[in-house]
């Protein structure tokens, strides 16, 4: 069983950035794809970025590829979500994920066996 813990969510200015972070405990966190879904009231998880493995294979929404890079530290059990030139649009709660998954081209949240409880993030125009 793995457990997921996030941090680093608020309140920003639009432009501005924010890093989320993931701890992971429980389980073999190096054979894990982690990823990170977003959620906003009334409408369902979309998938935001994933990274393989081994850090070095990642994937990412179209909506945040040149501003969002997720990356991860095996030697620590964490992933994160760095989030620069942040929008309004992207207020939402994020959730930290974690599967076994085949490539991390494939974004359905079913996939992941693991999330976290979400971290707010909002940002104000």
């Known amino acids: 069983q793995v457990q997921l813990v996030e941090s680093g969510g608020g309140l920003v200015q639009a432009g501005g950035s924010l890093r989320l972070s993931c701890a992971a405990s429980g389980g073999a966190f190096s054979t894990y794809t982690m990823g990170w879904f977003r959620q906003t009231p009334g409408k369902e998880r979309v998938f935001v970025a994933a990274i393989g493995p081994n850090g070095v294979i990642t994937n990412y929404v179209d909506a945040v590829k040149g501003r969002f890079t997720i990356s991860r530290d095996n030697a620590k059990n964490t992933v994160y979500l760095q989030m620069n030139s942040l929008k309004p649009e992207d207020t939402a709660v994020y959730y930290c994920?974690?599967?076994?998954?085949?490539?991390?081209?494939?974004?359905?949240?079913?996939?992941?066996?693991?999330w976290g409880q979400g971290t707010q993030v909002t940002v104000s125009s």
């Open positions: 994920v974690a599967g076994r998954l085949s490539s991390t081209r494939r974004t359905y949240d079913y996939l992941y066996d693991y």
